[in-house]
């Protein structure tokens, strides 16, 4: 606004100059112009008439041409010589000076006598110097209106400029003003947010600490000084780490995760949440959980963290751990316990099945054959429940894989119908199969789980159905999948609804007369739902109380077309000592240290027809292996000199006669991890001591291209001091007079070598070795309780935790299995050559 005044001011006095000193200053030179000439007129013709002086024409004269001269060459006049009517007057009287001007100049008496000329001149020149003011007053007249006019146009430019200005200046002050408004709005937000947020600071639980770049304590929450133990003035302008940390971690934490006080910089993602220690005021140690990053403002970098005492929650983590490490052990434990009870369990099952297969081998009356059947199929049922057990704590363990292979649908229903048509008969029902289409030859798929679930949904429809039917009907659904769906359908009490979802739960029954008449674990239809979820298919029941029910399982069991399929799905017949011929004699190398194992095995071997060669140690083998070809190497683990596995990968690495042939692992006593070490090592296969005729005749037979055996079951130990029946496979496979040879060997060698072993420091790196030595031995004579003993020493020798009793009770449990063994051998009657033979 004062620049506008002062502006305003310098055009009014512009205004005021133009108006004034110039348009006085010409008007008065063009009226003077006039008078002067009138004056230069009168002093011409005085000076005529009265012959006065000259000098004063001259000195008018001069005057009038002066003033003259002024208009011709005046800057202020510029503008009138430009006008007509201004320029021809204007020569006229320039012509009549100049004319003049030697008279003038001359001497006085020319002067004289030019007098009355001049005057007559002069009265004609006079109005051109008329007409030479008018004009000039016309034309400054009209030029000072412009003036006037362009100063009028130029105020009024200038009001616009001063009015947009002052528009300018209002609006500028209104928004000043909205602004002043916002602002103040924004800090009284800025107020309260700030009052809010301390707020929640003081209030929050964990501890808030705020340093400057230097690490020194700037602020701290109320949380912080109760955690602590400080003052906020105790604390301001300390060293955080300093204050808050014991001195044992505070190089860790500064070259760590606070290393940001050392450098300046922003902490890391994975260094803004870390957990450390820290100490109070009472030099307290506990654990802490931090959280920390960093603001920049203007230059200025600012570390907050959030620290929060973490003691209840790692007091929590490690009950946690413990109550983990109880309920693993507790599932181990239970584990383990099934798998034992099982196993021991099925020892005696296996016993009393296999000599009841051996029964049929004499003659028996047709009464004698229908109480045999009865045993059987009453054992069958009994191992079937045993296997239930040890199904489910291997499916809880994750060991169950699905199998691929092709298989006779008709094979598998016959078996199944056939299985369960005894135990249909006992309660007058009856069981059939039939299928909903086109009959199919054989598909992929685990034929054996499969036929394990039919087996128990059929057995189940046969428990709650009295004098009734039992049907098994299968189809191939339409549609992509593969799907083929099988129903049994029965005529039973029915299921009623809420009881529906129950039964497919472990160790569900439920509560009616059948069930209890029935009987049974309950486990069956749970173990059916896992196995039929482990082949990708699912399971399900409809049912009517009073009025039967059906149970459906849908499974993907692709079609195959090839023409012979093995049957998987049939009943496995019992085991029999019977001679299985092979497809050819083979060539096998024995690689072990132990001359009673090597002879029980070569008599078994050769027994078959085969050729055996034999090798003392590893190193020997691998010897053998490089320089001969064999069809079978069958190694034994635990060896001096060199070992099984290191014998294997010399072999397979040697790239000798026998470098491609299958090497099986023969071993007393292995854990699942040892086990998979020797497949990584070159094993193809593994074989268990003491070495069972069957199952190695079986392994044999396959090997030498023969047809496939079937799956036999675990050969596990008996629970007594003797496995009987393995010493009685033994004795009729040697003869009397080699068993009793090898059975003094045997305690003979076993007499040392256990005696060693008693006194044996439980820390010795050989103790596993001597172990598993002595256990092959006991194996092979059915020392069954002195083996487990071994081989749980071995073990335990693996992991570093053999206890010194265990080694004290060897002594007496071998004198106990040695009495044992002695009273057997001196109490057993052989068969003659042609009961053997029989």
């Known amino acids: 606004m004062g620049t506008v005044a002062g502006m305003a001011w310098l055009v009014l006095r512009e205004i005021d100059e133009l108006s004034t000193a110039n348009s006085d200053n010409l008007q008065w030179s063009l009226a003077q112009a006039g008078v002067e000439f009138l004056q230069f007129e009168l002093a011409v013709n005085k000076a005529h008439s009265q012959s006065g002086p000259l000098g004063d024409v001259r000195r008018r004269y001069d005057v009038f041409y002066s003033r003259m001269q002024t208009l011709e060459s005046g800057a202020v006049f510029r503008s009138l010589r430009r006008e007509p009517e201004f320029a021809g ?160 971690v505070r190089d860790e934490l500064l070259s760590g995760p606070l290393n940001a006080f050392r450098n300046g910089n922003r902490p890391l993602p994975h260094e803004r949440l870390f957990e450390t220690v820290a100490v109070d005021r009472n030099r307290r140690e506990f654990p802490v959980e931090i959280s920390m990053d ?189 799907l083929v769906e099988f129903r049994v359908i029965d005529t039973g009490i029915g299921i009623a609804p809420e009881h529906q979802e129950r039964i497919f739960k472990d160790f569900e029954t439920l509560d009616s007369s059948y069930a209890r008449q029935a009987g049974g674990t309950g486990l069956g239809l749970g173990i059916s739902k896992r196995f039929v979820g482990l082949m990708g298919g699912e399971i399900g029941v ?22 012979d399929v093995p049957a998987a799905a049939a009943p496995a017949p019992a085991p029999s000592l019977a001679p299985t011929p092979t497809a050819r004699p083979l060539s096998i190398l024995l690689v072990e240290d132990n001359e009673i194992n090597r002879f029980v095995a070569r008599a078994m071997i050769e027994a078959e027809g085969h050729r055996l060669t034999e090798a003392v140690n590893g190193q020997a083998g691998v010897a053998q292996a490089q320089e001969q070809a064999f069809d079978v190497i069958l190694m034994d683990i635990s060896m001096p000199v060199m070992d099984g596995q290191e014998a294997t990968r010399r072999i ?95 305690l003979a060698e076993l007499d040392s070598e256990i005696a060693a072993l008693a006194v044996s420091a439980p820390a010795d790196p050989d103790l596993g070795c001597a172990a598993h030595k002595c256990a092959g031995s006991c194996g092979s004579f059915g020392l069954a309780a002195l083996r487990t003993a071994l081989g749980e020493i071995e073990a335990q020798a693996a992991r570093g935790a053999v206890a010194p009793d265990q080694l004290q009770a060897l002594t007496q449990m071998w004198q106990a299995s040695r009495a044992a063994l002695s009273d057997w051998a001196a109490a057993r009657q052989y068969p003659d050559q042609s009961a053997r033979q029989a």
């Open 542 to 563: 409809e049912s009517r109380l009073g009025a039967g029910s059906r149970f459906w399982l849908r499974l993907p069991l692709p079609e195959q077309h090839q023409q």
């Open 89 to 248: 007057p204007h020569q006229e009287i320039s012509t009549f000076l100049i004319a003049l001007l030697p008279l003038i100049d001359g001497d006085d008496s020319a002067l004289a006598a030019a007098l009355p000329e001049i005057a007559a001149t002069a009265r004609l020149v006079y109005a051109h110097v008329r007409q030479i003011s008018f004009s000039g007053l016309a034309a400054f007249a009209t030029l000072s209106d412009q003036r006037r006019e362009q100063l009028v146009l130029t105020l009024f430019r200038l009001s616009l400029v001063l009015a947009g200005l002052l528009c300018g200046l209002s609006l500028l002050a209104f928004s000043f003003r909205h602004l002043y408004r916002a602002a103040a709005q924004h800090a009284r937000a800025a107020q309260r947010a700030g009052t809010r947020i301390r707020t929640v600071v003081e209030a929050a639980v964990d501890a808030i600490i705020v340093s400057g770049d230097d690490g020194r304590i700037a602020d701290m929450n109320e949380a912080a000084r109760r955690l602590f133990g400080y003052a906020r003035a105790e604390a301001l302008g300390r060293h955080a780490v300093d204050l808050c940390h014991p001195e044992q």
């Open 652 to 746: 397979r690495a040697g790239k000798g006669a026998s470098a491609d042939v299958p090497i099986v692992a023969v071993t007393a006593h292995a854990l699942p991890e040892e086990i998979t070490r020797f497949c990584e090592a070159g094993m193809t296969r593994c074989l268990s001591k003491p070495i069972d005729r069957r199952t190695l005749i079986d392994l044999l037979n396959e090997l030498a291209g023969g047809p496939a055996p079937a799956a036999p079951e675990p050969k596990v130990e008996a629970p007594g001091l003797l496995d009987t029946v393995l010493l009685n496979e033994l004795a009729n496979t040697l003869g009397a007079a080699e068993f009793d040879q090898l059975v003094e060997m045997c």
């Open 294 to 482: 960093m603001a920049e403002d203007a230059g200025e970098r600012v570390y907050v963290a959030h620290i929060r005492d973490i003691s209840g929650r790692k007091a929590a983590e490690k009950d946690l751990t413990v109550a983990r490490d109880r309920a693993l052990a507790g599932e181990k434990a239970k584990a383990e316990f099934l798998a034992l009870m099982s196993h021991e369990m099925r020892t005696p099952l296996n016993g009393l099945l296999g000599t009841m297969e051996l029964l049929r081998d004499h003659t028996l009356t047709r009464h004698q054959s229908d109480l045999l059947d009865h045993m059987q199929s009453s054992g069958r049922l009994l191992l079937g429940l045993v296997n239930d057990v040890l199904d489910l704590s291997k499916f809880e363990a994750g060991k169950l894989q699905a199998e691929q292979r092709p298989f006779s649908m008709t094979r598998l229903l016959d078996g199944v119908v056939e299985t369960t048509m005894s135990l249909a008969a006992a309660n007058e029902n009856t069981v059939a199969w039939a299928c909903c289409g086109p009959a199919e030859a054989q598909v992929l798929g685990d034929a054996r789980r499969l036929r394990q679930v039919l087996l128990n949904l059929v057995s189940n429809a046969i428990k709650f159905t009295r004098g009734g039917t039992i049907d098994i009907e299968v189809e191939r659904l339409p549609g992509p999948g593969d």
